[in-house]
């Protein structure tokens, strides 16, 4: 066995000798609060988190600031935007209600997490509460709120996130289609996959695709 692994408390305890600050733990509350609210309605992005019979799953949400309501201090909602339609989060929360949120605000480097749980809805005027470009959402999530704090900026400070000089030019990395084709590329049992066209067409499609 390697003796450098950490594989108990106790040697998590002696990796990391010295104990949270007060302030690391006095930030976490059980609610959504005035301050904690100002933030959210700030966050165009958050980065979801859930569990399922089929493992975990990960998945970004954005849209305008302010997309996530603060329904009151212990409740959020979450209009369900059009994605990909794998409904991995939803399926997940079907069998696990625990989720896990990560906010950012473009500019700012303290993070915001929230973890609690949540239900879906798909109540006609909840959600035709959140329509958009004439089209609602197919459900929207209920969250009932566990616990809420900020995340120090140390991580966003050491990446330099929103420093414009340091993004990436997209066209250094391999494209949607490029990944696409490789990958059914690998497949005999799919078709051959045109990746330029599926690029050519992907820009006006994200676009149709919005809401």
């Not at 929230?114 to 004439?134: I, T, W, Y």
């Amino acid at each position: 066995m390697n003796r450098h692994r950490i594989a108990s408390l106790d040697d998590l305890a002696r990796a990391y000798p010295n104990p949270a600050p007060p302030a690391a733990m006095h930030k976490e509350i059980d609610h959504v609060d005035e301050s904690y609210a100002a933030l959210i309605a700030a966050s165009p992005f958050f980065v979801l988190a859930t569990v399922g019979p089929g493992g975990l799953d990960c998945s970004p949400r954005g849209d305008m600031p302010g997309f996530v309501t603060v329904r009151d201090a212990k409740t959020l909602l979450i209009p369900d935007r059009k994605g990909n339609n794998r409904l991995d989060s939803l399926r997940n929360i079907l069998f696990d209600d625990r989720i896990g949120m990560l906010f950012l605000i473009p500019g700012c480097g303290e993070t915001l997490r929230v973890n609690g749980r949540a239900e879906l809805s798909c109540d006609p005027e909840l959600c035709a509460s959140f329509e958009m470009a004439s089209k609602p959402p197919a459900s929207v999530m209920i969250v009932h709120v566990e616990a809420v704090y900020f995340q120090c900026s140390r991580a966003v400070v050491r990446a330099e996130l929103w420093n414009p000089e340091r993004h990436v030019e997209r066209t250094s990395l391999p494209s949607a289609g490029t990944i696409l084709r490789e990958i059914t590329a690998r497949n005999a049992a799919v078709e051959t996959f045109d990746g330029e066209a599926y690029d050519r067409a992907l820009p006006e499609r994200v676009k149709a695709t919005l809401y």
